[in-house]
């Protein structure tokens, strides 16, 4: 009975298995153990249909077809019941959700030469902010794809527990962590006693102290990023020649948005857009919002965004080449400003982690350690808001990108063997 630790996420995702008694990550793209959660139906080679980074490049090199990102974002949604339109067929979100996670699998089984039956599962504190209701529904959706995937035994484990178990590998003495993992869809935390005499216990329930989480991530700051630097080039913040009132915002949050891109390509949402060029005070800006919505920019837009993000970490500004919308067209985005942006978010993440601690009965200061995971933790004004939540804490990081999934994988261990 082979078993995998599986971390869907929204923005990236991993599976690794069991060899030679080591957790390993199973190459799931060319001899990478990272894929992104991306999948391209292409239709001009008879609806093949492409998954991680050949999907996005098959999207930025204009074949023609459908891109879908953000998967995991459909769980828990209003989006979970519905269906979209694939060329001529229409297909359930879910079952977009179901394709690619079978394709991990497959891509593991190669690795391993044998059939993967067990599961561990990743998931968020929460899939959705203050609903119980639709947060089993949530997991049971992906309880269900992953029985039709072919796993016949399946178990959850919360994604910042899984991080913890990883972080705890290396750890030489017991500490009182709280580990953060700040994903793309979701930022969930977690206060935990780790250390060489516990982590061979099995049963770990005593040692979690409390979870908590909230439905912010990487794509909510790339929205927000998006909505400053880039969509007042498309015509945001002016004004509309009746009544001379401000021009509409849904739009532009809709192109900002991974999950809602593909909502605005049809003839309505053009025709609109023309409309509003029409009664624009700037029309040449809001030109090129309908040239982006008519030649289905939105993710190149948005995979420039993400670009621009993970480029303030490190620097103060940086610039996003829009010219496929304009020739020469480019947006300016400053790490101040991005800041600005996303400081109701950062805030409510530092009042998150705070919650945690105190859930766990716990000070600020008796926190030892603060492990942070996941790719939107690079982001400068987010490790702020985590170092104010516990100020005398000792900041450690391991594989921002995969501690979950081979945390899932040393747990996949435990529960059910090789």
Known sequence: MTACGLDFGTSNSALGVVRNALPVLAPLEDGETLIPSAIFFDFESRGSILYG?????????????????????????????????????RIALTEVVEL???????????????????????????FVDGDEAADRRAQSALEEIARRCGFSEISFVYEPIAAAFHYESTAGAEETVLVADIGGGTSDFTVIRIGPGRRDRPDRRDDVLASAGIRIGGTDFDRYLSIDAVMPALGLGTQLIAKDLPMPRAVYYELATWATINHLYNHRTERE????????????????????????????????????????????????????????LLASATRRGFELAIAERTERLR???????????????DIDTVFLTGGSSRVPAVRAALAAAAPDAKFATGSDLLSVALGLTREAQRRYGT
């Open 351 to 365: 009042t998150v982690a705070l919650r945690c601690v105190s859930d766990a009965g716990l000070r600020p200061v």
């Open 100 to 126: 690619f996670i079978r394709h991990m699998k497959l891509c593991a089984e190669q690795f391993v030469e044998t059939e993967i039956s067990c599961v561990v599962h990743g998931r968020p504190v929460h």
């Open 53 to 89: 980074r050949e999907a996005i490049a098959a999207y930025v090199g204009q074949t023609e077809g459908r891109l879908m990102r953000a998967l995991k974002s459909v769980l828990g949604s209003a989006l979970m019941g519905e269906k979209t339109s694939v060329g001529s067929r």
């Open 273 to 328: 857009t023309a409309a509003l060029v029409a009664d624009s005070r700037e029309p040449e800006k809001t030109r090129r919002l309908l040239a982006a919505i008519r030649n289905r920019h939105g993710h190149r837009i948005a995979i420039g965004v993400e670009a621009a993000k993970i480029c303030l970490g490190e620097h103060e500004w940086t610039a996003i080449a829009l010219d496929f919308i304009e020739p020469g």
